[in-house]
């Protein structure tokens, strides 16, 4: 069964921190590397973050420094996270994870709402 969790999302002030977890399962998730994208109001979806074979990381300019993904993975179970700090109102969007490239997606999760806010 191929299923994607995302949780961990809220309401936080600028400058605050949260950290997103996604439970991946199913096959496709062990064998392709995995990203976080996010999709603001009235925007496409963008990726912000992914992780090539668990070790190289790679980030879009606009949370470069201040995000850092990371993953585990054990058996079939493969978890990724997302460590947010410095959260700015531009950053609020409703967070999903999933294989790189998205074209390689099958399902997507519900994902995770995040929103900064004084």
């Known amino acids: 069964q191929v299923q994607l969790v995302e949780s961990g999302g809220g309401l936080v002030q600028p400058g605050g921190s949260l950290r997103l977890s996604c439970a991946a399962s199913?096959?496709?998730?062990?064998?392709?590397?995995m990203g976080w994208y996010r999709q603001a109001p009235g925007k496409q979806r963008e990726l912000v973050a992914f992780i090539i074979g668990g070790v190289s990381t790679t980030y879009a300019d606009s949370v470069k420094g201040r995000f850092t993904i990371s993953r585990t993975r054990d058996n079939a179970k493969n978890t990724v996270y997302l460590q947010m700090n410095s959260l700015k109102p531009e950053d609020t969007a409703v967070y999903y994870c999933?294989?790189?490239?998205?074209?390689?997606?099958?399902?997507w999760g519900q994902g995770t709402q995040v929103t900064v806010s004084a």
């Open positions: 199913g096959s496709i998730f062990s064998i392709n590397d």
């Open positions: 999933n294989v790189v490239p998205s074209s390689l997606a099958r399902v």
